[in-house]
Nanobody
Framework: QGQLVESGGGLVQAGGSLRLSCAAS????????MGWHRQAPGKQRELVAG???????NYADSVKGRFTISRDFAKNMVYLQMDSLKPEDTAVYYC????????????WGQGTQVTVSS
């Protein structure tokens, strides 16, 4: 059974940076897409960034140029480097995984809180 555990969230000032980490276990990276999502209270969860096992990436328009998603196969880790943070980035961030041809992400981490102060 796959398991994802996020870490690295915290409180930062606007313009600052954070790096989120996602430790994966029981998941084979080949043929998978790893994604970072976020959800603020009262708002819908949104996909922030995704990365395939081949290294292809995609980003929400709101974070392009500021966030970078990456994978480390040797360590079974997925990262989200967040730079130039804005107050509107405040949310709980979740790591998730799906098959490359699946329509939905089927494994989720517990989430890590990111708060950006102004």
């Amino acid at each position: 059974q796959g398991q994802l555990v996020e870490s690295g969230g915290g409180l930062v000032q606007a313009g600052g940076s954070l790096r989120l980490s996602c430790a994966a276990s029981g998941i084979i990276f080949r043929g998978t897409v790893m994604g970072w999502h976020r959800q603020a209270p009262g708002k819908q969860r949104e996909l922030v960034a995704g990365i395939t096992s081949g290294g292809s990436t995609n980003y929400a328009d709101s974070v392009k140029g500021r966030f970078t998603i990456s994978r480390d196969f040797a360590k079974n880790m997925v990262y989200l480097q967040m730079d130039s943070l804005k107050p509107e980035d405040t949310a709980v961030y979740y790591c998730a995984v799906r098959g490359v041809r699946a329509s939905d992400y089927n494994y989720w981490g517990q989430g890590t809180q990111v708060t950006v102060s102004s």
